[in-house]
């Protein structure tokens, strides 16, 4: 619990840190600071699988799963603030920043489903409720993208259908997580499942200021970072509990 305690204040520490410098200076400060506030969460979730004993094979592998997607997080963060410093080559940078999000996605879905392995068979009872969600994540899908063209008026241009595509898996990882936690009904999961509702709210945040003129807006920078440090500190701290 002390170990604990003491990643979290660290990981909050210099998750506010980054906030102040990125909201007052931006460039190259921001993006060290953010470099530093998203390795800490990735220390502190390799820390916290070094304390855990007696694995099991599912869990061990779930695990692994997790911490790749925490370093496809590290990477993005890099890749999308690059994109802020050096705004030639923005296109690039913000397609390499959503990919690498992209595949932290898939992994965090297959390290769901290894530990979960155990107590749910997806390959037979569980199959019609997976695709059920699969249906659900494109309506959900659809209907987000409706809304923030046509009501928010935002305007993804020539990166709608990567939008679209990245909006899919973020929603039905989301989705499957709380099914999930409903199913398993362990903290755990629930845990887990807080961290990807807090994710999906930083990247709709994300969105407004990337596609909708509002980069520079510092309220919206704050939101968004504080949401998507915290989701990322959240599931770091999944590991401690399974």
Do not use: W
Request: hydrophobic content about 60%; some cysteine; proline content about 1%.
């Amino acid at each position: 619990m002390v170990v604990l305690i003491i990643g979290l204040i660290l990981c909050l520490t210099t998750m506010s840190i980054f906030i102040s410098l990125r909201v007052q200076k931006g460039g190259l400060a921001g993006v060290f600071s953010k470099t530093v506030a998203s390795f800490c969460f990735i220390a502190f979730a390799l820390i916290l699988l070094a304390m855990k004993i007696n694995l099991n094979q599912f869990n061990s592998y779930g695990i692994a799963c997790l911490v790749i997607g925490l370093v496809c997080g590290l990477i993005g963060d890099i890749l999308l603030d690059l994109k802020v410093v050096y705004p030639f080559h923005k296109d690039g940078y913000l397609y390499a920043g959503m990919t690498s999000f992209l595949v932290g996605h898939l992994f965090y879905i297959a390290s769901m489903i290894l530990f979960t392995y155990n107590e749910i068979s997806f390959f037979s009872s569980q199959l019609l409720p997976f695709f059920l969600i699969l249906i659900g994540a494109i309506i959900l899908t659809i209907i987000v993208y409706f809304i923030s063209t046509k009501v928010i008026k935002l305007n993804y241009e020539k990166f709608s259908i990567f939008v679209n595509i990245y909006s899919f898996v973020l929603i039905f990882t989301t989705i499957f997580s709380i099914y999930l936690a409903c199913i398993v009904s362990i903290i755990p999961m629930y845990i887990l499942a807080i961290g990807f509702v807090l994710f999906l709210a930083s990247d709709l945040v994300l969105s407004m200021q990337y596609f909708g003129g509002k980069l520079q807006d510092k309220k919206l920078i704050v939101i968004n970072h504080l949401l998507y440090y915290l989701a990322q500190i959240i599931i770091a701290m999944f590991i401690y509990f399974i």
